[in-house]
């Protein structure tokens, strides 16, 4: 059980260190920035544990051609501090997320998976859709996604 969290929205610029830490170490801090952060419709989502940053994830509106849907939207650079990994804090800041977006009447949101990741998604809930990819220089991926609101 986890306790003294706290889950804020927060900027870009707090996203890239983990961003880096955790998901693209073969990159600079700058290009780990995405071309949808500045969107006024993009929302970072950071969970702090005793003031710390160490859990993060992105969401903004996109469909994806494959996934029928009505306001779906995309959820990038998901990451979690590998030293708090398997604790609950990202399945809680996942939760967060989803909360938010069932507010704002979303009835999907989706992503694209690494391998390693699928365990994760799929104890909250997502399903596969589609083939494995590979991404360069990170690896394989699946595309997943969880129904918010419907059906």
């Known amino acids: 059980m986890i306790f003294n969290y706290k889950i804020d929205i927060i900027t870009t610029e707090q996203t ?34 005793t003031d710390k940053l160490i859990s993060i994830a992105t969401i903004f509106p996109e469909s994806n051609k494959d996934l029928y849907c009505g306001f779906p939207f995309r959820l990038r650079g998901m990451a979690s501090d590998l030293n708090y ?48 990819f590979e991404l360069p220089d990170i690896g394989p991926h699946k595309v997943m996604y969880k129904r918010i609101l419907g059906k």
């Open 16 to 49: 890239l260190d983990l961003r880096q830490k955790i998901l693209k170490p073969f990159l600079s801090k700058k290009e780990c920035a995405n071309p949808e952060d500045l969107l006024p419709t993009t929302k970072h989502f950071g969970l702090f544990y």
């Open 85 to 132: 990994q398997g604790q609950g804090f990202g399945g809680a800041l996942l939760m967060s997320v989803i909360d938010y977006l069932k507010d704002k009447r979303c009835d999907l949101l989706w992503c694209n998976a690494r391998f390693k990741a699928f365990p994760f998604y799929k104890s909250n809930g997502f399903q596969f859709s589609g083939d494995m």
